[in-house]
């Protein structure tokens, strides 16, 4: 569709052209010629004047006035439209997230990953994608590099910890990390969120203070926030590690060229370890053995090695050496007793004389308001 001329100018041959090829077009579409769909338009146009209260001439300048302000109309948001597009190719919108790009690491934040590792952030023990990983409070590491150690450490010759100033404060230091992507953001997660099957009756059992984490899209910076990380240091023991697998390997595998004498310690040996092994099932065999005779002897029953199974350290499952079956239904089953039990005092510390009982269902029950005396036993 042609545009409209603008308010007080002529249209233009083009113009003219596009407005009788249109107008010859919707005569067509309804079975008329142009001169008999001129007149019919006509027509209508004079019903609508008729219907607004206008003459002919004051209905059709009316008419044209309001097309060419949505002429304008049009023109200026499309104007709009094209500096926004331009704007926001120059620069990044507002609020924006900026992007992680993965690669090789910040050597600044590789110096400070390495520095902040030595100190003591008082990690915590994490499962991340079923992998256990060290997290961190974030509080920690900004108090760690606002420290005078930090400071000093920072001002040696050829160091590559960046400096704590005005312009570059400890949080922006610290973005290093996640920027490299040598720790991140997570947050505690429920194992089973996700899934169709509903929850475990009985949990099983964990470690105490062992979290299943997942990392977080958003990567903020807050004092309480949690951090996790995914640097694990220098690689020079996992090569050394890995070159002593390998030697052990060819090793079993020349076993048969080894001497007599090394064969003979090795089967030595093995014959210990299997003594070790025999000597574990049976303390195992045993410890039931003992829960069983005085669970009903002694309850609630004795344990030798109460950590032997548990998921704690090789030196930690074998202390304490005895301990006694933990009940936790009965401890809470007691702790309401005796809070139940507790009398009841006054504003004056006092205890009053009767005992104060509440009744079932007060809304439809009537409150004796007589006074009554009632026996209570002495503790």
């Not at 097309?67 to 190719?89: M, S, V």
């Not at 992998?131 to 606002?146: G, N, P, S, W, Y």
């Not at 220098?234 to 890995?242: G, I, R, V």
């Not at 074998?318 to 009398?343: D, I, L, N, Y």
């Amino acid at each position: 569709m042609a545009a409209p001329p603008a308010q007080g100018q002529q249209p233009t041959p083009q113009q003219i052209a596009a407005m009788q090829q249109q107008m010859a077009a919707e005569a067509q579409k309804r079975g008329m010629t142009p001169q008999q769909f001129q007149q019919w338009q006509r027509q209508q146009l004079e019903a609508d004047a008729k219907k607004a209260g206008l003459s002919f001439d004051q209905y059709i300048n009316q008419l044209k006035q309001r097309a060419f302000q949505d002429h304008q109309r049009q023109q200026q948001l499309a104007q709009q439209q094209a500096a926004a597009g331009q704007q926001d190719q120059g620069q990044p919108q507002q609020g924006q997230q900026v992007p992680i790009n993965p690669g090789a690491p910040d050597p600044r934040a590789l110096a400070l990953a390495k520095w902040l590792k030595g100190q003591d952030l008082k990690p915590r023990t994490c499962i991340l994608n079923g992998q256990r990983k060290d997290m961190f409070r974030v509080k920690r590491a900004l108090r760690a590099i606002e420290s005078p150690a930090y400071t000093a450490a920072s001002t040696k010759k050829n160091s590559l910890l960046p400096a704590v100033n005005p312009s570059f404060p400890a949080t922006e230091i610290f973005k290093l990390l996640p920027l490299s992507l040598l720790a991140l953001r997570v947050s505690k997660s429920d194992p089973h969120e996700g899934h169709n099957h509903a929850p475990p009756p009985k949990p099983a059992k964990r470690t105490k203070g062992l979290w299943t984490v997942r990392i977080e899209q958003q990567q903020d910076i807050l004092p309480d926030l949690h951090y996790v990380w995914l640097y694990d240091g220098p690689q020079w023991k996992t090569k050394l590690y890995a070159g002593g697998a390998l030697a052990a390997i060819m090793a079993v595998v020349m076993f048969p060229l080894w001497p007599i004498k090394l064969r003979i310690g090795v089967w030595y040996l093995s014959m210990g370890m299997l003594g070790l092994i025999g000597l574990f099932f049976l303390m195992a065999i045993f410890r039931l053995l003992l829960f069983l005779a005085t669970v009903f002897t002694v309850p609630p029953g004795l344990w030798l090695y109460p950590n032997l199974f548990e998921d704690v350290g090789f030196f930690d499952s074998f202390r304490p050496v005895w301990g006694w079956q933990e009940e936790k239904k009965k401890k809470s089953k007691s702790a309401k007793k005796s809070s139940t039990s507790a009398a009841p005092t006054t504003s004056d510390g006092q205890t009053p004389s009767a005992p104060i009982t509440a009744a079932e269902n007060s809304e439809t029950k009537k409150r004796n308001l007589t006074a009554r005396v009632e026996e209570v036993e002495e503790d």
